[in-house]
């Protein structure tokens, strides 16, 4: 390859780096958003870690598990591990790896891209979760589920040879992540007050404007997650790629706007937010595959289905606080199976491959993501006390409140629900 | 062209798209910040909205009327449409369209500055339009008034045969912009509270750090917006539209600030921000055509100018919350009238040119804003009620608080104005 | 060199100037969110001037006074100029001037460098400095100092024909700054309420989520910062400068939550953020000399480093309330003796030369910052009054709330400190 295109390539690359490392931003404005502003540290914290740990132990492990060289095509190969650390490969950095851009390029993006599997659960077991708990588990799921699951399709495994596809990781990243947080939430229980009886009340977020940041980071940093993930520069396909990754952002958001709108005669803006997601999680596993109408059908598809999930997981009172598993999960597994359905690629025979490649890996992400909790839960707790819970997370594991307002203008809203003709806020007042 | 220069200047606009996405998340923050928290969540679904609204109807209509295929220079065609949806041209995705990059990269480009259009609006009837009229406007707008206009000039149309230059769309997307915000504010009249008798009120936005994080993020966006108009990566011509930027709003903030400092004795941070919006709504008819001194000088009246816009708008009672006629469509006329004052065009005869298309441009958007405002207004209706408008919008559009805040260590500002000697928050609460 | 090449290396310099300039959101939410409400307009402003000051000033001055000419590794130069403004040399904008990208780029890329100098100052100084004082101090430090210490390194100076090697200014840049703060700190004092008696209080900063959001984009900056000062986009050299930055930054924030959990058993998330920007400013200085152990051990060095550092300063009573000081000037002194330690160029040669180079900085940063505050001291007066700074200064230099939440429900923290049996919540309203 001419050195040009080579260096074209490389540049590429590095910005789409600099991309899906900005996601992690965008992760820990959703979450922190979405939830209590008594949780907002505790939340903070955890995204801030993530990217740090995820670096490091994919540079002491996890690269050398996803990319354990197995000859493409030739194998059904389910492990392989190529030595500790990071060292270069013959022929120095500049050799030309994956055809177009160095080693390190190649570290760092697919670095990047380790830790925001730990960042989807994060979300989904915020407000209860025991904070070494949770690092614990961080870094053995991306040190080890994450990368050895990746290598069945990106490091040339037994999926890669079936002929699984999986462009950017609808299941390889979005659903793994989703089913380590279903094992979290499973194995932690709902937070207190979220399901009394009957009743499912609705514990809202304590910034829109944060969550509206978040969501914003994150749609840019899929044009690197997406547009990197064509492994090159080349014009054609990485620009089409972003145009397939944002229409069918476009229509998720707006499909889940009109069904929320139908469904409840509120604008939700939550829901657009999370219809937006869903709309990239879907056409991830496809956007090298897919036309216009395909990218749009997928994203207004996944912006429907994002909304009935959140509902259908509140009945099943799985308590998610930020949507993580109707976006990441649900919307992970319809993405990879579209693949089947619509685009280039679309067939029977090729929906069987994907189902199989959702399932083997739902399996195995799951398992070990749930074998992990259970290890943690009996042996460090996962589960803060009621006290902390309540009082709120920041106080017990930080000693801080993540917002301190003097001198601000504060109205307060006046309490609308009366209870023998007396205010709570008099009660606690007067 | 060489391949490897192909497809640098094709990286070159799909990063400047990215930069102009990022325009949208700082209209989000920025019209949130300078407007109230009671109307927060309302703001930021619009904006929220308005990318995947703009990219869906430019993809189905509004490229297709843009760039309908008039021959360059040969015609004085005012209206063409090229049909609906998006289709590659002969020669596929990498025809080198434009000389210079792929056909998905001008579609994503171009449909993330048509989005831009529609924001501009959104900021100045924020807090008392109907979120769905609003939302009816934009589709209107941005699906026929922006492309339409837009291809006299971009689309090789009759402003361009003419002679007109704007070179990333002082007026084609700025002052486009701003005369559809001025039709919305003069049709729905100002907030309630903001102008009685001969007293104008000030109503003070709820966020600064918000809004400061707008601008930079609108700073940021402007050098895709102007750095990617070269519509390559030709190594001078961009980074010296980079530069003549840059010098533009460093010099409208700092012309801002002194121009309040001496008006009001006060350092007005939201005037500075809209100083240095101003001088990057300045410069963007002629970045590419101006020296050092002439995008300082620019950027320096730019922002003088937008802080007297600011002030003889209210002394108008057209109450925009936001500056957004200020500063584009103040700073879009004067920037499209400094193509023909500075810098390398100037000249009697182009600034006539200018004058008219500044006048052709504005006309057409005013009056079709108008008139897709006044049928909004006589059939869904443009205003909420009273009752709406002063508990705010997001509780009757979305059903929800934009914040909730709780385990924050708030200290109260204590209320001044006392009456009876009793103070306001007194009666509430005792 | 090929056209391509030149034009891939100018692409990717002017990314890196745009990641720069996003450095200066960074600064400007770190350092609000680690300050008081009150004060938050004033601390923004600040940080939104500074850039348009800093470009303004670098092009009248400083980027002639940083490369005066000097040839390289032939003289021992101290000082030169090459005269007043910006004007293109011989050959024009294209005439690969630094082997690899436009003069406008240079300036540009320079510039926004030049800029973050005063910001570091600002955080230091924050909440008692006057705002005019404090921007009078800004452009002289910008104009002069930095340019004139930078051009003993980056304008083949002195101290680069000694061997000194900072590679993208862990002391030209960062020291630099903190060498300023520091003077600006001895000469205001300490905040009312900071330290009494024996006593050191606690003032905590009022957004936790800003603080993330400036740390997340300082780092993502730091690729432009470190990225861009490879001068071209050789793919191995900007690529291995990427991975040494960020696991440079992993390691100190992962050693700064360590160290500050088992000193004081709480997760601080305020030292998380010191300790990434720690390894980040620890890096800089030899980001292209490190290999991967190397560069993890200075981060996490960096990280411990820094949280002993705040500790240190507080014992002194050198009140620096978003620590700066112990980030940018103890770290940055640590990093620039670290290429004499670690990696390539470690040796005891090495080491003696750094220790020089940090020493005759230091001494002009410190005695140029000292002379400055202290005649402004003397004729315009550096302190705000008592007053002003326990109201807050947003009411005095601006006349404004950063904040104004109405409608929020805010449900406040009940007051725990109780005197008498009554809390002090009912003494102010009851």
């Not at 904070?131 to 037994?158: D, E, H, R």
């Not at 693949?339 to 799951?366: D, P």
Request: aromatic share 12%; hydrophobic share 50%.
């Amino acid at each position: 390859m001419e050195q040009a295109v080579f260096t074209v390539n490389n540049v590429w690359m590095m910005i789409s780096t600099g991309l899906v490392f900005i996601m992690h931003l965008g992760f820990a404005s959703l979450e922190s958003g979405l939830t209590r502003s008594k949780n907002t540290t505790n939340v903070l914290f955890k995204n801030t870690l993530i990217p740090g740990i995820g670096l490091l132990t994919y540079a002491l492990l996890g690269f050398n598990l996803m990319y354990p060289g197995f000859a493409a095509g030739t194998s059904m190969d389910f492990f392989g591990f190529s030595g500790f650390g990071l060292t270069l490969p013959e022929g120095g950095e500049t050799n030309k790896y994956n055809v177009g851009y160095t080693y390190w390029t190649d570290f760092l993006f697919q670095g990047m891209f380790a830790a925001t599997c730990a960042t989807i659960v994060s979300g989904a077991v915020a407000e209860r979760i025991k904070l070494n708990s949770f690092m614990v588990f961080s870094i053995l799921f991306v040190a080890v589920t994450y990368p050895i699951i990746g290598s069945w399709k990106w490091g040339y495994g037994w999926l890669n040879t079936l002929g699984f596809w999986d462009f950017a990781g609808s299941t390889l990243v979005h659903s793994v992540g989703g089913w380590g947080a279903l094992a979290g939430i499973l194995l932690l229980g709902a937070r207190i007050g979220k399901y009394e009886g009957k009743k499912i009340n609705v514990i809202a977020g304590h910034s829109m404007p944060l969550a509206v940041l978040g969501t914003f980071m994150l749609w840019l940093g899929w044009f690197g997650f997406n547009g990197g993930s064509v492994l090159s520069a080349d014009p054609g396909a990485t620009s089409r790629v972003l145009v397939m990754t944002s229409l069918a952002a476009a229509a998720g958001g707006i499909a889940a706007a009109l069904t929320i709108m139908f469904t409840t005669k509120k604008y939700d803006l939550g829901m657009v937010l999370n219809g937006i997601l869903a709309g990239l999680v879907g056409i991830t596993a496809g956007a090298d595959q897919m036309g216009v109408l395909d990218s749009v059908l997928i994203g207004l598809i996944s912006g429907v289905i994002v909304v009935f999930a959140v509902l259908v997981f509140d009945k099943l009172r799985i308590d998610d606080p930020v949507g993580a598993l109707s976006v990441h999960l649900v919307c992970g597994i319809f993405g990879t199976l579209a693949v089947g359905i619509f685009g280039a690629k679309a067939g029977m025979n090729q929906l069987m491959i994907q189902l199989l490649g959702v399932a083997a890996c739902g399996a195995t992400a799951f398992g070990s993501a749930f074998l992990f909790f259970f290890v943690i839960k009996k042996t460090m707790g996962l589960r803060v006390t009621a006290e902390e819970e309540i009082e709120g997370l920041d106080h017990h594991e930080h000693g801080m409140n993540a917002y301190n307002l003097q001198n601000a203008e504060v109205v307060e809203k006046k309490v609308k629900t009366h209870d023998n003709g007396v205010s709570k806020e008099e009660k606690v007042l007067a």
